[in-house]
Structures are given as C-alpha cells and as structure tokens.
C-alpha cells in the first residue's frame, strides 16, 4: 500500500526499507490511528470539566448551551492562537539575538546585511545617520520585542500593508496591537463563558493571525535576513539522496536559523573536518528537514533532506550521525526510532525537550561553542555507524528569492521593480499569482496534493511562489529548477525565461509567508493589478495542511485579502455557520476567504476560478494560453543547433514555424 | 533576456571592464592620475558615469572609483543547467559596459583619439573638432537647441542605429524613414570593420545636426555617446542631478523616446551594450535572427525583437525599411504623427537642415538675383476654393540651370476661428513648411525670402505648384483647428507679382505696428506655457506680448493661436487680474496659475525682475542672464557662445543653474529678443543693468539692440557693454566698464 503513502520515490523506497525491517512510522500510524471524528470536524468542546461535550447527532449544544458553531469557532480560534505563538516566540527569540549581538555578546554572529538593517530601521522609524551598526541593531531589536508585548496601538508592521488594508482592518476593529496581547485575548475569550458569539470570535481569531503574519512572522523573517544575510538565489539539490555514504551527515531539523547558522559555520572549521577525517570520514556533510532546513538552503545552499514526513525517513537511512533539533513539528516518535540505529537525537531548545533524546542547550551567547560541542559529538558517533540505505533521489533546485531579489532580479541594482510582473499579469503572459506552501499530512499521500496543484497552476500560466514543507516538496520533485519552465504554460515560460527563474520560487520557511505579504503589497503598489491585495489575481493554497501554524497562517492569508484554499478536511467541518462565517462572511469583510477542498483538483479549479474572476474585475484581457510563448532561446532550437558560420542571419523563417 | 543573450552580455560585459582596467593602468602611468579628461563642450563631465553613480570624474585618476563600481556590477555567465536568474545580473553588467565604454571614450580623449578620424567626412553641422573627424559626443549647445522640439513632439526621439545593414541601399532607405519622421539618427559601430557610416558616406547621405544623423564612431564603444545625450537630457530638462540614477532612467523610459538598431551580426559586446541601453528603457530591434525577449517591464513594450531583413514582407529595401521602422516605433510606443505631404521628394524636419549648394543648385528665387516674398493673409470663407494651387506665370524651366527668377507665395486662408492676429504666426510656418521638402532650402521670412531648388529634386519632378502642396497639406494637419481652407497663388509673372508685393508690404507695415502697439498692459491675458512640462515637469512659461517664452519659439500670438487650435493644451490664458505690482509684473492671477501648473514648487513670479521671485527654465533657453555682483549688473551669454563668461562658468555649466524649473534670483534663462522688450528686467534697471554680452548676440540683433539703447537713452550703450573679446573674467568686465564709462556703475546697488 506504498504507493498511497506518498508519492516521494525516495520515501516509497524507504517505507519499503521500513516494513522490511519492521519499523514503525507515521505512515503506519496513520492507518492505524483514525482521526477522531468529533474532534477533527470541531464539533468537540472540551474548555470545561462539565464536558467535554460532543455535539454530534441530535446535540445541538453543549452543557452550558454553547453551540455547535460557538465551539467550532472557539477550537479554529485557539488554533491560530497556538499557530500564531510558534511563529511569534520564534520571533522573539531573534530578536533577543539581534540584541545580544548588537551589545557584542552574541558569540559568532553578526550583522551581515547592514543594508537590510537600514531599511527595517526605516519601517520602525528609527534614525539611523551618523550612528553605528550596532546602535541601530540595538534600537531595532528593543522595538521588534516590544512589538510582542505592546498593550496599545497598532503592530508597527501593519503600515507596510497598503493604506486600505489599514483602513479596512481598523474600521473592523481587526488591527492588532500587540503579539502578546491578541494572543493572550483570544485564549481569554476562548474560555469557558466568555466570548459566545462565533463571529466576534473569529474576527479575534483573524486579529491574532495578522498578529502573527504582519508581526511575529515579518519580525522573524526581517531580523533573521539582518542577521544571517537577505537570501539571493543559490543552486543546490534536494532529497534524501544527498545524504553522503562516506561523510558524517548531520541533519538539522526544526525552525529556527540561530542555531543552524552556526552549526553550518562548525561544518566547515578546518579542525572539525581534519577531526572527522580522523575517524575516517571525508568531510562533514549537513542536510536539513522542515524549515530550519529552508532558513539555511535560502541563505547557505545547505541541500534539504526532505520535508516533515520524512524526518522518520532519514534516520532510517542509518547514515545520520545527528538528528539535531530545535522546535516545532518534531516527531516524539524519532527518539524510539533512533534507538534502532547509530543516530543521535539532540535537543537543543530548553523549550522543546523529548523523552529519550541527548539535550545539548544551545544558548546563543555561546553560539559558536554550543555548535561546535555538537559537530563534534555528531563526528564522534560516525565509527558506530551500521549498515546504511540512502535512496539515489535527488533534483536540482535553485532557492533563495527574498523579495529584495525579486525586485532586483526584475530590473537589476538600477531598475529593480515589480513593474515587470505587473505587466506579464495585465498582458496575461502570467494568468495570476499562487502561493502553494504549508505541511505534509500523514493522513493524504506526501506531496501528492502539493504537486498535483503546482503541476496543473503552472501548466495553467499561474507564477507559483512556496514556502515551507510545500518548498521541499517542490525541489524534491525537480519544480524548482529553471528546466521546470518547460512544463509551464507558454506566457510563464516566456517570463520565466526572460528572468532566468523557475515557475515556482522559492520564498523560505514559513515564517518567510510574511515575505507573500511583501510581495503581494509590492506588486499592489506598483499599480495595474488592483491597488490592494484582495484585488490581485492570487491565491493561496495549504494542501497538506497539519498544525495549528497553517491555521494561523491561512487566517492571516485571508485577513490580508487572500483566498485560501486548504487541502485535507476542515476543521470546523460540523458547523455550517462557522463554514460560512469564514468563506462568505470573511470575504465580505476583508476580500479573502478560506476554505477546504479535500481534492486537489477542486483547489486547482477554483483557484482557477478566482483569478479569472479578478482578472475580469480588474477589466485585464481575458486569459489566453494561446497568446504568448514565441520569443526567447526556445523557438530558436533549431537556429543554434547549426555551428555559427552556418547560420542564415537573415532569415528567422528558416529555423522557426510560424 | 534570455539565457544565450545573458551569456552573450555578460561574456561581453566582463570583456570590455577587463579592456577598460587595462586601458586605465596604461593611462595612469602613460598620463598620470591628474590628467585632464573633457568631453567636447559638456557641463556634465561624462555624463553616464554622472548619471548613474554621481562620480565628476574630470582626471584620469577619477576613473578609479568608476572601474569598482563596474567590478560590482559583474557577475558570472549563467551554467548550462539548474541556471541561476539573469535578468538583474546581465543589466547591471550592461550598465558596468556602458560606465567602462565612457570610461575608455574619456581616456582616448584624454590621448587625444576622439573624436575619430575619418578621412572625407564632412558633416553639416557637428561637434567634432573638423573635416575629416566623425562627431564624437554631442555637445551641450546641440543638445539644449533640440531641447524644445524634443519636448514639443516635433523630433519624437532617436534611433541608435549600430552595425552595418545589410546593404548600402538597406542604410539608405532606414536613414530615410526615420529622418521622414523627424527622429534623431545616432550611428556607430561595425560588423566586420564596415559599418552604417561607410555606408551612408558612399551613397552620399549628408551627415551632421542639420540633417539628424550624427556619426558618432565606427566601433561599439561610441554607442555610449548616445547614452551620454540621454542621461544630460535628464539632467538638463529633468532637473535630475548625477546619481539619481533610478529618476534619470525612468525619465528616459516614459519620456525620451528612443531605441536601438542591431544592424547586421551582434556580438559580445553590442549585446552587452543593448542591455545597458535596456536600463534606460530603450528596446533594441535586430535585423538579424537574435532570440527575442517580449515580455515588458524594464522598456514599455517589447524588450529585444528580432526582424530579419530577408524575412520582412516587401520586395525593395525601402519597403523593408518602411516595415522595419515602423515596428521599431512600435516597440518603442513613439506616437508619431506623419502628414502626407504629395511631393516628389522625401519630407521631414529632418530635411529642414540640408543646404542646397551653389553647384547643386537648379534655379534659386530672392537672395542677390532675384526677388521673393511670402504673404498670408485671411479673406472670407467664400472667397477661399480649398486645394487651389495656382502658377500664375511661368514655370522656370525655360530659366537656365543655376539661374535665378521672381516668385511671390500667396496663402489665402479662411476659417470660422482664424483670426487676423494669427496671419504672421501661419506666415511664420512657411519656412519651415518648405524646408522640410528634401533638396529645398528656404532662408528668411516675408519679402526677404530666399528659396533654393536643387538639381535632385527638379530631376525628381519637383515643380513650383509642390509649394502649394506642402503648405496646403500642413497648414490642414498643423493648424486644421482654425483654417478651414486654403488657396495658394505661385506668382512669377512680373505685373502681378509686383502688385502682389506691394500688398504683401502694406501688411507688413500693418503688423509691425500693430505688434509694437501691443504691449503687456493693451491685453487682459497672458498665455501660460507648459509644453516642456513633458521633460522639466515643474517649470512654468507666462508669455505676455512683451515677453516671449525662453525658447524664442512661442511669442504670445503664437500661444493665442495654439490655444485655439487646442484649447486644453499646453498654452492657456491667464486673466493678468489684480496686479501686485504693476512695475515689477507681480499678478495675482499669474502666481494662482503658476502655483498650481508648477505643482507648488514655485509660489510667485515677477516677470520684469531677475533678482526678485524670477520666472523658471525648463532647458531650451536661449540665453542666460546672471548677475555680476561686482559690476552691479548683468551679463547675457548666448546658447551658441561656448567660451568661459565672467562669472567663471561656461553656458553649459551655468544652464545646470539655471534650468529644471529652479527659481534662482540672479540667473534667469530667457529668450533672445527679450533683451530688446520694453520690459526687459525693468524692476532691476532694464538694459542698461547689461554690463557683459556675447559678441553672437550684438551681431546677430545689432538692430534691434541699437533701437533699444536709443530707447534707453544711451545710443552708445551696446559698445559699453563688454564681450567675451574684451572681458572673461568678473574683473576684466569692470575694468573695461570703467573705461568706457558704462551706466551700470551709477546706478543704485544691485545687492
């Protein structure tokens, strides 16, 4: 029953290699623990001890009399509410960093994009002539902190949204005013007996998201390019496959890049690899899983193992020394796994611990040491390797576009700007925008519904940008190599080609989702496609959707303006009210919605659907994939295959039809 | 782009960067840091370099900084797989080629081998230092005097033609379309060492300003001459300064229209040129087989387009060459709006330039042999038969070649909105209506008209009544607004011309007066003026009948008129209203106006005052007046004056201060016969504040300005004003005022 598992050659080989040595995975498990029913649909209540109360069948409410669409809506907002934290505590926590480097104590790290550090300074309103790196770093980081915990006002972030987004949102009461707070609020309302109106909560749920998207997640995405660079595209490869036989592999798995930085600069000390090289290694070789992994393929070209499903699979290859992690999205059951091989499984956050697994806290005022210690503990396990299996599978990927690139790579140092997507989607050569990004879910085929979506969005002319898991997946399956353009439409070749870029970009982790909103209020502000986000031919999509961080983000997706179509099932599937509250009643707020189509080719379709309909409203020429495609080095295959003295210059007749 | 045009670019970006370091090390030792590096006449030190990095490199040491740049410009050519993106990458590389190409142009100067050699090269009107020389950069006076019909629309832009077409007759009949619709054409570069240049030489195209084509140099490098004029045309109209790289570029892309013809192979370099030439927006149209980048953003349309020759639909070149330009004016969204004129000759502004030499000449009317004149006048609508041509007389073709005969050109207009008042503002036009016939020249206005025919054109079939063609067809398509119809009368016989004259004279006389009489307090109306709002967005015209607009080419009749033809145009009315101050010319409704069409950058003008609230330039002033606080008065330096003034800079330097809509006290661009007003600066003391004046203007107005120190009460004024023969420095001017005792020394202290 592999092929149902996923659609991962290197995961189908390993599932294989899985059953054959009577390993256990979250595959397996998958089939054998059902999704409870209640609970998955939202129909379960379980805020006070007079319940938990299902309201299934002839239920309608709960002891207390709360309805099926009051406790739909109070899980979906506590969801985002706990989304909304991971990505916010991550947050904080560089920002605690930038402040520790800029006071000198931050041991290893530096500010390595000085320009980058300007332009956030000049977001927050912090002066930065005749004054040092460090003082300003010292300012932004104290004012993204307080960002978290501000009581008042509005999250500093919310003004690079565009004017009307930030009238919409203060009129409907949806601007947030402090990370914390918005947080701390709706848990409060999410209590037994306070907010009971689905709605009001809701809107508290979306005023949370855009907590987490215009603060916590831009925060994290800002101060993490001020620290550890702004991405420009890089090439490496993706899979399990890059996981080498003859060197220790070190796998770095989780979310935050402060520790990952400096593992990535312990990988290459000479004396670590002279080091590994005595015990008779060729080098150390670092490969990464989930978004930590993004964060350093972005900035380092470190090759990405695979995404969440596959966190299982890697060790399982017996050829990883160290699985170091640090939060969200780890598996309690790699412990027991890893017990069946050589690999060691190092915690490293204080928050995060797990049963069984070595902890080496990282403290990033000792950076440097703390990766070191755990370079050299990976090195030292390499002589008890085993027998090892790592499947042959690997794609080329180029990844690495921060929006900074993709204005530049639209005009250069001197001309950057987003005019030249603007024209490729009210000329119709790009049919419109998509951002496919979120998780792997055990309970659908790995990757299916990611591909699936992207393959048909492309062939369609719909320029893709990806964020996290969706990310690995697209390079494992080669969609993020440039040689991809082949299998876009005509008029997203063209552009494709024109650029050098693959129809699918790579955007980062996914706190990097702030980067879409970026992008998104760029290409607004450039004029042509709409003057706010809700105008915009886009959408965006979670097709394997699975923790509460999706939720949060597909909220924040919607209250910027975005349709959002998610894949799997819905959580709040039991109320019809809240069902609506969320598609139609959102939409008629702030222009997005969100909401759940199990098969991916109803996502496609509507996604389809929707740009369409924006394009129309926009008055931009229908879309028609027979329009463009005819310029470029492709309609000229047959030009250049003759060596040069036997070109006719003067005819192109000659060499192209048509 | 594409990947094999990135490849090309950026292989020949590195190229050329390398060459200009190792020209650069060679000049430091050869020359030293200090020498010297000037292009011909520019205020703008190399202007691409200024525009785009803000670097005054004026030595060869300069250059230094110019090659880091360049270096971080570069990137590496993108793999054959799993590619990195290029598009950013191969601009900068092509912005690195341009800096370094002006870096190298700037050494050879500095060595003395530019502008290059060319044996039997003789251009009508030109920067280069002789005959024999090609053209080398443009100079800031060429540049400022097509100021105003770039930004009027009548010379839509300009073609960078590179390479070599694919036969002489192919570069012929390309020149010839674009000069039919008035853009400027750039030349330079080769393919295999023939380049556009020979080309037009051995067909015997005349080349030089006069006749829009501007050979610039036979190699790739000189392609960055063209680049130069469009960034200073930024700088001088635009008001942008160096280093506002991004303004100078988008200046260009929505406001100067121009592009570039690859014509014939296109190399390493050419592409990594045309990507540089992509930053400002320019599209390049090859008549080669090249892969084609159609998707729009940096440049309005289309980026590269690719249109080989043999593949266009026709069977001459010049119908190819009609197609191919055609699609080039596409590309670069040029509208251009062509009148079809029904004559035997090519037509166009382009042609308004070419001279008719003694030799080739068939026959000529006025100058020493004979007498012309020209006359328009307006009668009632019925006395008009629209598209009447009449020769009344003889043709001349019983007069021998090179001979000389009479002709009187009467126009008789009509039309429900034509105005006596607007009859010497069409008159005015005929000049130029008939100079842009191919092989016509036409010198002179009213009976001192001098009309030449040369050889060419007679061979052609061109004959008198084609007089009658042109301005038929231009007078409907310029002035159709209000002349409804037209008759035109060619007068050779002896007894009508000679009572024709005599009318014509009467006329004459009639207007002079009547223009003499009228004056800023006989109107209720001044005529705002913004038509240079297109490059200089903030500068504002107020044309009052005695003081005409700074480009000497719109008086306040000719802005009546334009009114008329297009009542939300450029030239409206502005209701003087209540005057602030009348002896200064301060008016309440001239500041409302001025404040709104300048978008508040500029709050008040006093049209009689140079030192208080002054009106703004744009660019195309044709002279600047400055104050010489030593002297206690003025000085006026023409556009055509390029030696160094008192006041320590040259016209090119000073027009930096002067122009982009900047209210300055004490500098002030203006036109020519504002000098000779009666209001000519008269809050400040009016001409006798002249202290310092270039010798052009006393000779080419000696007239005028006698007439005008009379009326100053000093006959002898103009011999005390001093000149660039007598005075260039502050100093100089002083003491030869003391000398001669001039007015200015008397009179209350400026400062």
Request: with cysteine; net charge positive.
């Given at each position: 029953m592999a092929g149902t598992k996923s659609i991962d050659p290197a995961a189908l080989e390993m599932l294989e290699v899985a059953q054959a040595a009577g390993l256990d995975t979250a595959f397996d498990r998958a089939e054998r623990v059902k999704p409870c029913p209640i609970g998955s649909e939202g129909a379960c209540c379980k805020i006070c001890f007079m319940g938990p109360c299902r309201l299934v069948g002839k239920v309608t409410e709960g002891v207390c009399g709360a309805t099926l669409a009051t406790v739909a809506a109070r899980n979906f907002a506590r969801m985002v509410a706990g989304g909304a934290s991971a990505h916010s505590d991550h947050g904080r926590d560089l920002a605690f960093t930038l402040i520790a480097v800029a006071k000198g104590e931050g041991q290893g790290y530096q500010i390595r994009d000085v320009a980058k550090l300007y332009a956030v300074a000049e977001y927050m309103g912090i002066p930065t002539t005749g004054r040092t790196k460090e003082e300003i770093a010292l300012d932004v980081g104290t004012k993204a902190l307080e960002q978290f915990g501000q009581q008042r006002g509005e999250i500093i972030y919310t003004k690079r949204a565009t004017a009307k987004r930030q009238q919409r949102w203060r009129e409907l009461g949806l601007m947030p005013r402090g990370v914390d707070r918005e947080v701390v609020e709706t848990l409060h309302r999410t209590h037994e007996g306070v907010d009971l109106d689905p709605e009001n909560i809701l809107d508290q749920a979306m005023r949370t998201a855009l907590a987490d998207g215009w603060g916590g997640s831009m925060l994290a995405t800002d101060l993490s390019d001020i620290l550890f660079g702004t991405p420009t595209p890089l090439q490496t490869k993706a899979n399990l496959g890059v996981l080498k036989d003859d060197e220790v592999n070190i796998i770095i798995h989780g979310h935050e890049p402060t520790l990952s930085e400096m593992i990535v600069v312990a990988t290459q000390d000479p004396e670590l690899i002279e080091y590994a090289k005595s015990k008779g290694a060729k080098g150390i070789n670092l490969a990464g899983i989930c978004c930590t992994s993004n964060e350093i393929l972005m900035r380092h070209g470190i090759p990405p193992a695979g995404n969440f499903l596959h966190q299982e699979l890697a060790v399982m290859t017996g050829a990883v020394e160290a699985m170091v992690v640090d939060v969200q999205c780890i598996m309690q059951a790699l412990a027991s796994l890893a017990q069946n091989f050589h690999t060691e499984l190092i915690t490293t956050s204080p928050k995060a611990k797990i049963p069984g697994a070595i902890h080496m806290e990282f403290d990033e005022h000792r950076a440097l040491d703390s990766a070191k210690a755990i370079v050299r503990r990976a090195i030292d396990n390499y002589p008890n390797r085993g027998k090892t299996h790592i499947p042959g599978f690997t794609n080329d990927v180029v990844a690495g576009f921060s929006h900074e690139y993709l204005r530049y790579m639209?005009?250069?140092?001197?001309?950057?700007?987003?005019r030249p997507l603007n024209d490729a989607i009210i000329a119709g050569r790009i049919r419109g925008l998509a951002g496919v990004v979120g998780c792997n879910n055990a309970r659908v085929p790995q990757d299916e519904g990611i591909i699936n979506t992207i393959r048909e969005l492309i062939r369609n002319d719909v320029l893709v940008v990806v964020t996290g898991c969706a990310a690995h997946a697209s390079g494992k399956h080669g969609y993020l190599s440039p040689e991809m353009m082949m299998n876009a439409g005509p008029g997203l070749r063209e552009v494709c080609e024109a650029i050098g870029i693959p129809p699918v970009l790579h955007l980062g982790s996914c706190v990097d989702n702030s980067r879409i909103l970026t992008v998104l209020t760029q290409v607004a502000t450039e004029g042509g496609v709409g003057q706010d986000i809700d105008e915009i031919p886009a959408v965006g999509i979670c097709p394997e959707y699975m923790c509460e961080k999706a939720i949060a983000i597909g909220t924040y997706a919607v209250a910027s303006g975005i349709y959002t179509l998610f894949g799997v099932e819905s959580p709040v599937a039991a109320s019809e009210e809240v069902t609506r509250l969320i598609s139609e009643g959102w939409e008629k707020k702030v222009g997005g919605k969100l909401e759940f189509y199990p098969d991916w080719n109803d996502i496609v379709r509507k996604s389809l659907e929707h740009i369409d309909k924006k394009r129309a409203a926009l008055g931009l020429v229908e879309y028609d994939p027979t329009r463009y495609g005819q310029s470029g080095d492709l309609p000229l295959a047959a030009f250049f295959a003759l060596p040069p003295e036997e070109r006719n210059l003067y005819s192109r007749k000659a060499y192209v039809q048509g | 782009m594409s990947r094999y045009i990135a490849t090309r670019a950026l292989r020949g970006a590195n190229l050329i960067v390398n060459e200009f370091d190792a020209l650069l090390q060679k000049a430091l030792q050869e020359l030293g840091p200090d020498k010297e590096i000037k292009f011909t006449?520019?205020?703008?030190?190399l202007p691409t370099i200024l525009g785009y990095t803000g670097i005054e490199v004026s030595n060869i040491g300069g250059l230094k900084p110019v090659l880091e740049h360049c270096r971080t410009l570069l990137h590496g050519l993108p793999s054959n797989k799993t590619w990195l993106p290029y598009l950013g990458e191969t601009l900068d590389a092509g912005v690195a080629t341009l800096l370094a190409e002006e870096g190298i142009m700037g050494i050879r100067f500095a060595y003395g081998l530019e502008p290059q050699k060319m044996p039997g090269l003789e251009l009508t009107?030109?920067?280069?230092?002789?005959?024999?020389y090609l053209n080398g950069p443009i100079d800031d006076i060429q540049l400022r005097s097509w100021g105003i019909q770039l930004v009027d629309g009548r010379m839509p832009g300009f073609a960078a033609l590179i390479g070599c077409a694919k036969t002489n007759q192919a570069a012929v009949e390309i020149v010839r379309q674009l000069q039919q619709r008035n853009i400027l054409i750039f030349l330079s570069g080769n393919v295999n060492g023939r380049s556009v240049i020979h080309q037009l030489m051995e067909e015997g195209v005349e080349m030089g300003y006069d006749t829009y084509i501007v050979p610039f140099g036979l190699d790739t490098i000189s392609t960055v001459y063209p680049m130069g004029f469009a960034t200073r045309s930024a700088l001088t109209f635009g008001g942008m300064k160096g280093g506002q790289a991004r303004e100078i570029l988008l200046y260009n892309k929505y406001r100067v229209f121009a592009f570039a013809l690859a014509l014939g192979e296109v190399d390493d370099l050419k592409y990594a040129t045309a990507a540089g030439a992509i930053t400002y927006g320019f599209p390049v149209l090859a008549d080669t087989v090249i892969p084609e980048i159609r998707p729009t953003g940096i440049t309005q349309y289309e980026h590269v387009i690719s249109m080989p020759w043999d593949d266009i639909e026709g069977e001459t070149d010049a119908e190819k060459a009609a197609r191919f330009v055609q699609r080039a004016i596409e590309v670069r969204g040029v509208k251009i709006k062509i009148t079809e004129v029904p004559i035997p000759v090519p037509y166009g502004s382009a042609f308004e330039g070419e001279r008719v030499r003694k030799e080739d000449m068939r026959i000529e009317f006025g100058g020493k042999y004979s007498r012309a004149f020209e006359y328009l006048r307006m009668v009632d609508l019925d006395e008009v038969e629209d598209?009447?041509?009449?020769?009344?007389g003889p043709d001349f073709s019983d007069v021998p070649v090179g001979g000389a005969m009479d002709l009187g050109i009467v126009v008789e207009v009509a039309g429900r909105k034509m105005q006596e008042d607007f009859e010497p503002v069409l008159e005015r036009q005929i000049h130029y209506f008939i100079n842009g016939a191919s092989g016509i020249q036409h010198i002179g206005q009213r009976d001192i008209a001098w009309i030449r025919i040369n050889k060419a054109a007679v061979d052609k079939g061109f004959n008198l009544k084609h007089f009658g063609e042109i301005l038929y067809a231009r007078l409907h398509s310029d002035f159709g607004a209000i002349v409804d119809k037209v008759q035109v009368k060619i007068i050779t016989d002896p007894d009508v011309h000679a009572e024709w004259l005599a009318k014509a004279r009467v006329a004459y006389d009639y207007r002079n007066k009547r223009l003499s009489e009228m004056t800023d307090e006989s109107v209720e109306e001044f005529y705002s003026c913004t038509l240079c709002q297109s490059f200089a967005p903030d500068h504002v015209c107020v044309i009052s009948p005695e003081r005409l607009g700074l480009c000497g080419a719109y008086n306040w009749l000719d802005c009546k008129a334009s009114h008329q033809i297009?009542?939300?145009?450029?030239n409206q009315p502005i209701a003087k209203g209540r005057a602030i101050d009348e002896w200064r010319g301060v008016f309440e409704n001239v500041n409302a106006f001025v404040q709104q069409a300048s978008h508040g950058s500029v709050q008040s003008v006093t049209m009689y005052s140079i030192m208080e609230t002054p009106m703004t330039s744009?660019?195309?002033?044709e002279c600047i007046m400055m104050i010489l606080p030593l002297c206690n008065g003025f000085m006026i330096v023409s556009r055509e004056d390029p030696s160094m003034t008192p006041a320590g800079m040259t016209f090119s330097t000073l027009a930096g201060m002067a122009g982009g809509g900047l209210q300055t006290p004490g500098v002030m661009g203006h036109g020519k016969y504002f000098i000779v007003s009666r209001k000519f600066i008269r809050a400040d003391g009016g001409l006798k504040r002249i202290v310092w004046m270039s010798s052009f203007l006393k000779e080419t107005m000696a007239e005028e300005l006698k007439e005008a120190a009379i009326r100053a009460g000093d006959p002898d004024l103009i011999d005390k004003i001093a000149d660039e023969r007598v005075a260039t420095t502050e100093e100089e001017v002083l003491a030869y005022l003391e000398q001669v005792g001039h007015p200015a020394l008397a009179m209350e202290p400026l400062m």
């Open positions: 639209q005009g250069g140092y001197y001309r950057g700007s987003f | 006449n520019t205020a703008y030190y009107g030109s920067s280069a230092p002789g005959p024999g598209h009447k041509i009449e020769l009344i297009n009542p939300t145009g450029p744009c660019g195309c002033f």
